[in-house]
């Protein structure tokens, strides 16, 4: 069953802390994106990237960051640096490479962070 | 069935109308659009999409417009059911650019029995 995974579906994080959002897919996409969205807004764009070992600082990258070491996989870290971490965040796999077309965005169904 | 200017947050509706929703786009040079569908606590999913060089496409039930010269989208969904009650997202973007989507703020369409 090809498809975007993402996990936990509910994480809280501490204050100062750093917490770590796990995006995975199958779908042999070779770029991956990751959003945020917060009650009542469209998404914003955190990192994305084209292709393995690189990525791009989207619009709202500060306090977090990325890796892309696998094909498959582009986790996501929440640093203590984001004062405001509370959002939805979901991740985005799509067919493009490097500079080529654009093909339409596969998400995931989205994990909710939230500060005790 | 029942139609909005340029975007507005919500759009309530009757079963079995016709909704149209809008979608003001940002940037001239864009030639990517499409529409997602996000139900509560879910990942958006796609609805449909179109290129620059079309002004319209149809799908099921749903048909997408495009006008360049006002940078305006809409998307037509008729013989609205409750099951089309979500959020209702627009987003563009330069192919070939190697950038990511560029979302709108999104409507929220109600539809009552």
């Known amino acids: 069953d090809g498809g975007i995974t993402q996990s936990p579906k509910y994480l809280f994080r501490k204050e100062g802390q750093n917490v770590t959002l796990s995006c995975e897919q199958n779908?042999?996409?070779?770029?991956m994106y990751w959003y945020r969205q917060d009650p009542g807004q469209g998404l914003r764009l955190i990192y994305y990237?084209?292709?393995?070992?690189?990525?791009q600082k989207g619009d709202i990258a500060e306090g977090y960051s990325v890796s892309r070491e696998k094909k498959e996989s582009f986790p996501l870290t929440v640093t203590s640096a984001q004062k405001n971490p509370t959002a939805f965040y979901l991740c985005?796999?799509?067919?493009?490479?490097?500079?080529?077309?654009?093909?339409?965005?596969?998400f995931g169904s989205g994990t909710q962070l939230s500060v005790l | 069935g029942e139609s909005v200017g340029l975007h507005l947050p919500t759009l309530s509706v009757q079963e079995g109308d016709n909704s149209i929703i809008n979608c003001a786009y940002s940037n001239s040079a864009s030639d990517y659009f499409i529409w997602y569908k996000q139900e509560s606590g879910k990942g958006p999913q796609f609805i449909i999409d179109i290129r620059s060089n079309m002004d319209k496409r149809q799908g099921q039930r749903v048909t997408v417009l495009l006008n360049k010269t006002v940078k305006h989208l809409s998307l037509q969904i008729a013989a609205t059911q409750p099951g089309d009650s979500a959020v209702y997202f627009c987003?563009?973007?330069?192919?070939?650019?190697?950038?990511?989507?560029?979302f709108g703020k999104g409507t929220t369409l109600s539809v009552s029995s």
């Open positions: 779908l042999n996409h070779d770029a």
């Open positions: 987003a563009e973007n330069i192919s070939q650019a190697g950038t990511a989507l560029i």
């Open positions: 990237s084209q292709i393995v070992n690189d990525f």
């Open positions: 985005a796999s799509s067919t493009g490479t490097g500079k080529g077309t654009n093909e339409k965005l596969f």
